[in-house]
């Protein structure tokens, strides 16, 4: 039994699926027992391969980047193997090759039609029908987005089904009028998803396959809209997510951090984990899973990744910070430099020292905390400040947990420097000629202190 594909090298690097099966019966009158066995094995050989065939079958989805397509379609039951790969473009099925293209389109430099990342799905009808296969992708990503797939954007981002046959053509073509029905009762816009017959799949490069099992932090930018199939019992349905724009009438005009995320984002929960349940900064900052900024105000560019931390002011775009990977110093940095002062910038990040007498709240006497001033975490208390003479605040206690001790040999000298816990910034140096109880002096750059009465 043969296909065209298993002697055409180009058809087998498109069609990875195909399989040949080459058996030799050699028939001699010396042994026709032998013969007969021989003969046997092959119709029962063939006869396997059959109901293999029979027992599976494959569709081919676009839902956006497919790390994350392929990790949610694999957790649902009866589907055997979903891999990852490229479909319907008119290049070679190259990761490189596509960026380029798509690069090239967005130029108008070609007409070339670019590939969608794909996934190919492997599943057995009689566990998993096809239209619940479809419940789930339609579930599991926005199809009314046309070329891009929230934060990321161009043609190789599109929603597609691409299927193998009329029958599937059907079924796909009913599930996304029935789906439809649903989006516009909710109060979304018409689906953009392509649906054809697959032309063209590539199998995408090794450390594509399975990502995000191997890299768990790994960038995972799907989210649906919320809305469930028809028919889909809550439990089963895709987590609901609320995608429309933050109001603006609820946020700080004046200044706002908006948190732009993504559903299955591990780095959005470690955000979330390492930076906003500890979030005590002045500045006010809200979550969305939208890609658009709130109505009425302006991002400089379109999003394309999660998280992406945006600083607005008066309702533009002022900064952003890209992707998290647990450097909390750098993001308290990157705030940093649009919160404080050319001075205090100078301290906070270039270990200077603000000449003495010269400092904020050097003469501050009353009940309160003093707090770093880009995070708002807490310092010192008032009752742990003393006068030491020096012109510099001085304290002979922070409150645990606050600082962090470093050696200096900087200026030929050996002293210890202490920084913010919080944000890393430099605060100044402490010296073991201190008042009682901890014969210790903490020699605080003043202007880098926030004062919180009590």
Excluded at 142 to 165: L, V
Excluded at 203 to 219: F, R, S, V, W
């Amino acid at each position: 039994m043969t296909k065209n594909c298993c002697v055409d090298k180009v058809a087998l690097k498109e069609r990875p699926d195909c399989c040949c099966v080459l058996i030799v019966v050699a028939s001699t009158p010396t042994f026709p027992a032998m013969t007969r066995f021989l003969r046997f094995i092959l119709v029962l050989g063939l006869l396997s391969l059959n109901a293999l065939a029979t027992a599976a079958d494959t569709i081919v989805l676009g839902m956006g980047c497919f790390w994350g397509a392929e990790k949610r379609m694999s957790e649902l039951s009866g589907v055997i193997d979903v891999e990852a790969g490229y479909a319907n473009g008119d290049i070679g099925g190259e990761y490189d090759a596509v960026l380029a293209l798509e690069r090239a389109l967005q130029r108008g430099q070609t007409s070339k039609r670019n590939h969608a990342e794909v996934v190919k799905v492997t599943f057995e009808p009689a566990k998993v029908g096809l239209e619940t296969v479809l419940k789930r992708f339609w579930e599991s990503h926005d199809p009314t987005q046309g070329n891009r797939q929230g934060n990321d954007i161009g043609t190789n981002y599109r929603s597609a089904i691409y299927t193998n046959n009329a029958a599937q053509q059907a079924i796909a073509l009913k599930s996304r009028d029935t789906y439809q029905a649903a989006l516009t009762k909710a109060g979304y816009r018409t689906i953009t998803t392509e649906i054809a017959p697959l032309k063209r799949f590539f199998l995408a490069e090794t450390y594509h396959q399975d990502y995000l099992k191997k890299n768990p932090n790994g960038y995972c930018g799907l989210g649906g809209t919320g809305v469930r199939y028809p028919g889909t019992p809550q439990a089963a349905a895709a987590v609901s997510l609320d995608i429309r724009p933050l109001d603006a009438k609820a946020l700080n005009s004046r200044r706002q951090l908006i948190v732009f995320e993504a559903a299955d984002c591990a780095y959005c929960k470690q955000f979330e984990t390492e930076i906003l349940d500890r979030w005590k900064s002045e500045v006010a900052v809200a979550r969305t899973f939208s890609a658009q900024p709130p109505v009425s105000w302006a991002l400089e560019k379109a999003l394309f990744a999660t998280p992406t931390i945006v600083l607005f002011e008066n309702g533009k775009e002022v900064s952003r910070f890209t992707g998290y990977n647990g450097d909390k110093p750098r993001f308290w940095k990157w705030l940093g430099f649009h919160l404080l002062t050319p001075k205090q910038q100078k301290i906070a990040f270039e270990r200077g020292t603000e000449r003495p007498g010269t400092g904020s709240h050097l003469d501050e006497k009353r009940a309160g905390t003093f707090v770093d001033p880009i995070t708002g975490a807490p310092l010192f208390r008032s009752d742990a400040k003393f006068d030491s003479g020096t012109g510099w605040p001085s304290f002979f206690n922070p409150l645990p947990g606050a600082l962090t001790e470093h050696v200096d040999s900087s200026h030929g000298t050996r002293r210890v420097e202490v920084r913010s816990s919080s944000s890393g910034i430099h605060l100044g140096h402490v010296f073991d000629d201190g008042p009682p109880p901890t014969g210790r002096r903490y020699c605080i750059n003043g202007n880098v202190l926030k004062f919180v009465p009590d």
